[in-house]
């Protein structure tokens, strides 16, 4: 059997979990050529987002044995244990796919993060999906983000912005929270509590995408 270099990822947050990507590809640069495979631990829900990933050899869920010979790249099963939550704690600024990095080991030596960005990758049907999105309707696609999970994150004039992009006539808006319903904007198809792959796929046809630092944000950068 190959090395196996595990990453481990149990909390709930999109974000967070979609910055772990260039752990996953820079960890994957560094072992393939000695045979070595990149396999992830995480909740179900978060696996939607990585199934297509080319760099995974597998993905396994919480409680699944692993071979006795795993090597742990990044463990990251509690808040106390995620960088990007203790920086935040300390009142650290941050790019959580640097602080990542940072933490992670592969064969005794820590990840050089290079700055590249999270990406997420589609299935031919999904890239179908997103071709059939983008023809079927003709007006540029705006998707706005109107409100994060910490109550610190806020634009503060993001309904105005909302009103102003929906009198555009050569605009079609799309609303990614719930808070989208509330609006009640005329015209705006609200994109809430999507399957996580559906959510990617609708981002993926997006001309523009605007938000604050939330799982979405994350989402539309990485797609």
Not at 14 to 27: K, M, Q, R, W, Y
Not at 57 to 65: D, E, F, K, S, Y
Not at 180 to 209: E, H, Q
């Amino acid at each position: 059997m190959s090395n196996i270099y595990l990453i481990r990822r149990l909390l709930a947050s999109i974000g967070d979990a979609i910055c772990i990507e260039p752990v996953i590809s820079l960890a994957h640069e560094m072992v393939h050529q000695q045979g070595g495979q990149v396999w992830l631990q995480c909740d179900d829900r978060i696996a939607d987002f990585f199934r297509q990933h080319p760099l995974i050899a597998q993905i396994l869920l919480p409680g699944q044995v692993l071979p006795s010979d795993t090597q742990t790249v990044l463990d990251i099963s509690t808040g106390d244990q995620c960088p990007s939550i203790r920086s935040l704690m300390t009142g650290g600024k941050f790019n959580a796919a640097e602080l990542f990095c940072d933490a992670s080991i592969v064969d005794g030596h820590p990840l050089a993060f290079d700055g590249r960005a999270p990406k997420l990758y589609f299935s031919d049907e999904e890239k179908q999906r997103i071709n059939f999105i983008r023809s079927s309707i003709p007006k540029k696609k705006v998707a706005v983000q109107i409100k994060a999970g910490h109550w610190w994150k806020v634009y503060p004039h993001l309904k105005t912005l909302v009103d102003l992009l929906a009198k555009q006539e050569d605009i079609q808006l799309f609303l990614t929270n719930d808070e989208a319903i509330s609006f009640k904007t005329p015209g705006m198809i609200p994109l809430v509590r999507l399957p996580y792959r559906d959510l990617m796929v609708w981002l993926g046809a997006m001309d523009l995408f605007i938000g604050l630092d939330s799982g979405p944000t994350h989402v539309a950068a990485a797609v």
